[in-house]
């Protein structure tokens, strides 16, 4: 009996020392219903016969909704993919894609092909995602309608402007 008292006591004692005792720091838990998201705003293409004829201004929005602008001169800058973090569900998504200028350039070849993709994509901490294409198109042009094309591309909006609440509410 004096034995089994002794085992049992040494047990108990040798429980009591294994307990977690790790100092390390650990990343907090979020709190329940607490979500964060990231933006990913991705430039994946633009024809060289675009930078022919202009820069692209790429306007974005960071963490705390401020208007960020990265110029993009020539297609070796691309894939250009910009990604804010630590948003919440009111963050703001706002992304838009300008030709920025219009140089007139003698014109060298019979057509020119304009080509764009452009997306963003918004991943939550609970696995959540969404996305949407902003623009993906293709067109070959002639050289007697270059220049017309190319200044109405001056003046069209591709605005995204939404909220990650919004933009999860369509998915």
């Known amino acids: ?3 089994r008292f002794f085992l049992l006591s040494m047990l108990v004692v ?3 020392g294994c307990d977690k005792d790790d100092d390390s720091t650990t990343e907090p838990e979020e709190e329940p219903g607490t979500v964060t ?3 990913t705003y991705s430039v994946n293409k633009i024809s060289d016969d675009f930078f022919t004829f202009g820069s692209f ?3 974005y ?3 705390d909704g401020k208007e960020q ?3 993009l001169k020539k297609a070796s800058q691309l894939p250009l993919s910009i990604t804010v973090e630590g948003l919440d569900e009111d963050g703001k998504i706002y992304f838009d894609l300008t030709y920025g200028s219009y140089i007139d350039v003698e014109l060298t070849k019979e057509t020119y092909t304009f080509a764009r993709e452009v997306s963003y994509s918004v991943k939550g901490s609970n696995g959540a995602t ?3 294409s902003l623009v993906n198109n293709s067109l070959t042009v002639g050289k007697n309608k270059v220049e017309a094309y190319v200044k109405k591309m001056v003046d069209e909006d591709t605005t995204q402007d939404t909220t990650i ?3 999860m509410k369509k998915e």
């Open 69 to 71: 602008v990265v110029e």
């Open 57 to 59: 201004i790429v306007t």
């Open 165 to 167: 609440k919004d933009l």
């Open 130 to 132: 969404g996305s949407a």
């Open 1 to 3: 009996m004096k034995m």
């Open 14 to 16: 040798l429980f009591a």
């Open 37 to 39: 998201y990231s933006v």
């Open 61 to 63: 929005a960071d963490k």
